[in-house]
């Protein structure tokens, strides 16, 4: 394919998709029958796909990501702007918008005093475990290495976050897996977190709000 585009030619932009695009989360094999979706537009809630077909979009970008919703001139504007002005600078030196907004997200967590900047959930994870695991080296002399979670929890796709996820059907055709933590089975509680604070192994705990037992 030449880099031409007709924009009515989205036929075009199936058979590339379904030649070389590797989706996530989803089966390959029904794309043998049937043709990708592909989403073409967004506004507000709503989105559109390649026949024009409209979807009122309930999980903001299918992973919870898009929820200021589409088409949003002010953010358009102000992306556009600062990619005019500093596209990119590696985190080893600060930027204007950096330092800002991580000023006004700390407004809003009290007790927390600094902010990371990750590309995603699975990543803060990985770095979140990270951090644990140095501190335990520096006081513990790398004795405590394990990290718990709870039955059912979910941390991300990446090997670590899946060593710390709860739901075995996710993590089936992967391992092993149990690289860096402890299934904690019971329900949580100030009681089952102090204990398995205490014993000798366990570096930290991951800490998101409780998930509801499936089983
Ligand atoms: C609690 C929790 N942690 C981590 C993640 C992973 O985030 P991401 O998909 O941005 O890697 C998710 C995603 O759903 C999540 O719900």
């Known amino acids: 394919m030449d880099g031409t585009f007709n924009e009515n030619d989205l ?3 199936v058979a590339a998709d379904k030649a070389h695009v590797w989706h996530h989360l989803i089966q390959h094999k029904p794309f043998e029958e049937n043709d990708p979706r592909i989403i073409v537009e967004g506004k ?5 796909d390649q026949n024009g077909k409209e979807f009122l979009d309930a999980v903001s970008g299918g992973v919870w990501t898009v929820n200021v919703g ?8 102000a992306v556009y702007n600062q990619m005019m002005k500093l596209c990119y600078f590696a985190q080893s030196a600060g930027s204007i918008p950096g330092a800002l907004f991580a000023e006004k997200l700390i407004e809003k967590m009290p007790g927390m005093s600094r902010v990371y900047y990750n590309n995603s959930g699975s990543e803060a994870n990985e770095k979140a ?6 501190i335990a080296h520096k006081k513990y002399g790398g004795k405590k290495t394990k990290i718990l ?3 059912r929890d979910y941390h ?3 090997l670590a976050a899946m060593s ?8 089936a055709q992967y391992g092993p897996l149990r690289l860096i933590s ?4 019971i329900a949580w509680s100030t009681a089952s977190t102090s204990w398995a604070l205490s014993t000798s192994r366990v570096a930290t705990s991951a800490l998101p709000p409780p998930t509801p037992s499936k089983r």
């Not at 589409?70 to 504007?77: A, L, N, P, S, V």
């Not at 475990?129 to 140095?134: L, N, T, W």
């Open 70 to 77: 589409y088409g949003r001139e002010e953010i358009c504007k």
């Open 164 to 171: 710390a996820c709860g739901q075995d059907e996710r993590n």
């Open 11 to 13: 036929s075009r932009v």
């Open 129 to 134: 475990f990270k951090m644990v695991r140095q």
């Open 156 to 158: 991300g796709s990446t």
């Open 182 to 185: 402890s299934a904690c089975p």
């Open 44 to 48: 507000g809630m709503r989105v559109w």
């Open 149 to 151: 979670y709870r039955d």
